[in-house]
């Protein structure tokens, strides 16, 4: 009995030293896989290397995902599909890459605005000069019971930064931020402390490449302007 015990104590031993070896072999190939990768691509700094279910090496490059070998001698650049259920695996995995906790965002570097019961919370980065933030903003001027928290980012003209400063040193800036985005009416000058680098750095940090950029309690993100129908269902 104990001769039985002792061997299965050392077969469940041995299996997880296969295990741990066969994460270790894993560990490796990835890691030549990136650097494979970064030496045929002058260097570029890779965030990630997964192997995918799918035979593939997924590679993070910034926000972007490809695909090759073992070997790297292919690059698939594109959209991968699940022919079986039709799910767009890219956009997936990009989404969970890119999800932030809610609660993990610097809030108090936003302009706050409660509307109706300000049960719900979506967070959003606007360049004042953006197009599509003004449609955006259009928009949200309908959806209530929502707590919006807007990042002023100053990153498509000189003038953006003027007039996030005008607005965050405003005496009201929600309102100050309305009359531009929705009224087309300018901020009066206005000078104090502001966090408009605080803001671009945490852009940057976010990897926000334009505007709006919106972020869902979920930790979701969405870029560009939603739709009235798409914002209520990512809101829900």
């Known amino acids: 009995m104990r001769a039985r015990a002792g061997a299965l104590a050392l077969a469940w031993l041995l299996g997880l030293g296969g295990i741990a070896q066969a994460a270790q072999d894993a560990e490796a190939d990835t890691e030549a896989v990136r650097k494979l990768f970064s030496e045929r691509f ?5 965030a990630a290397v997964r192997l995918t279910p799918y035979g593939l090496y997924e590679v993070q490059v910034g926000s972007d995902l490809v695909y090759t070998d073992a070997q790297v001698t292919f690059l698939l650049d594109g959209t991968l599909i699940d022919a079986e259920t039709r799910r767009d695996l890219t956009r997936e995995r990009r989404e969970a890459l890119l999800a932030v906790p809610f609660d993990e965002l ?44 807007t990042f002023l980012l100053p990153i498509l003209t000189p003038d953006s930064h003027e007039k996030v400063r005008d607005v965050w040193c405003a ?3 929600v309102r100050a931020w309305d009359d531009w985005m929705l009224r087309n009416k300018p901020p009066a000058r206005a000078t104090c402390e502001h966090p408009a680098d605080q803001v671009i750095a945490l852009a940057q940090k976010l990897m ?6 919106l972020f869902f309690a979920d930790g979701t993100r969405a870029p560009g302007a939603l739709t009235r129908e798409a914002l209520e269902r990512r809101l829900k």
């Open 42 to 46: 002058n260097d570029v700094p890779v």
């Open 106 to 149: 610097p809030l108090a570097l936003a302009v706050k605005q409660v509307k109706g019961d300000g049960s719900r919370r979506l967070a959003i980065f606007e360049d004042p000069n953006c197009g599509y933030c003004k449609q955006m903003r259009h928009t949200l001027e309908d959806v209530d019971n929502v707590t919006l928290y």
């Open 171 to 173: 005496g009201d800036p």
């Open 208 to 213: 926000v490449r334009g505007t709006p950029t």
